[in-house]
């Protein structure tokens, strides 16, 4: 049992919670909330008629994909594929069996470098909690075994997954946000907004139409080195496109000298160090289906790639853009973005050779 005190303590603290981690702004043309799910602060921000009732719908529904999805939930439908590896199938919805089998698409388009198998790895460095730690190249090699796209085992018929071996882990950490982004655009759409900015943690942000009849969006795309918000690698002004981030600055420690970060490259089983810092895709998404989903996974897949396959990647798909930040402080843009961007960092020396 807890003690009185101790439940009035926890009360205490929710309500703290509660009231620091969500904000509305409401006036006639726009409304706008910030709640914290999936473990980062999402904002949604509508303009027009209807927008209060089609962001909290929004909300719901991502709450939603994170009891699905997540691994922190023991009940998630990816937590039973998980405890069931290398046992048996598991039925899931049809949303989890889509994302599965979209992930494993992508693991194809990027060479392997996206690839949802990687849960064993990711658990087993511990990136963003207290117990994160470089891992003995031993237990790396060990957990490298249970990775692979390719021993994720799925039935049509049933509607079901498994994992071919036990121990093998789904963490769809690197795609559940933009699919969200994709469900938030959709069920703002059936609302009737017409403009609007949706930003999922910063590295999933998705401008619907233009900001108002003379403005496009202006979206900032967070400094590699900078503190979040306070200095910017570059402005681009778009409409109707899913701008996705992946960086080696969202969650990483040091160790001497060294950075190590959440993105695992999984052909070694360490942290991608293959001369990228951050990079931002941004798709078009009147030409690309599921555009926040696939620019979450391969802005993710980019990182590991490195500089040259990735600008390759990015080039080879229709509606894809995108712009990298290396490690050696160049900054290169596919050849369908130069017109779209509005400034870049002095730090950073634009690289128009390797494209
Ligand atoms: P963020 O979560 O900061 O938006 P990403 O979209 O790049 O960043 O996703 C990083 C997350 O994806 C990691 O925290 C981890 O859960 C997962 N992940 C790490 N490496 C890979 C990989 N090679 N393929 C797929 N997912 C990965
Ligand atoms: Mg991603």
Redesign the pocket.
Known sequence: MISRRKRLCIALILMTVLITACSRIKDKTKYEETQIKMGTAMTIKAYGENGEQAVSDAFKRIDEIERLTSLNISTSEVTSINNAAGKRYVKVSPEVFELIKESMELSKMSQG????T?GPL?KLWN?GTKDARVPSSEEIKEKLSLVGYEKIKINEKESSVMLEKPGMMI?L??IA?GHAADQVVDILVNYGIKSSIINL?G??VFVLGEKNKQELWTIGIQHPRKVQGDGFLALVKESDKAVAT?GDY??YFMVDGKRYH?????KTGYPADNGIMSDSLVLDSTLVKNSSMIG?AL??AV??LGPDKGLRLIESLDGVEGLIATSDYKLLISSGMDEKIESISEDFEYDAQRR
């Open positions: 470098a996206f690839d949802i990687i990711v990136f963490d950490g690197g946000k943690g590295s999933n992946s969202e969650r959440h993105i695992i490259d999984p979450d802005s993710t990182l590991i």
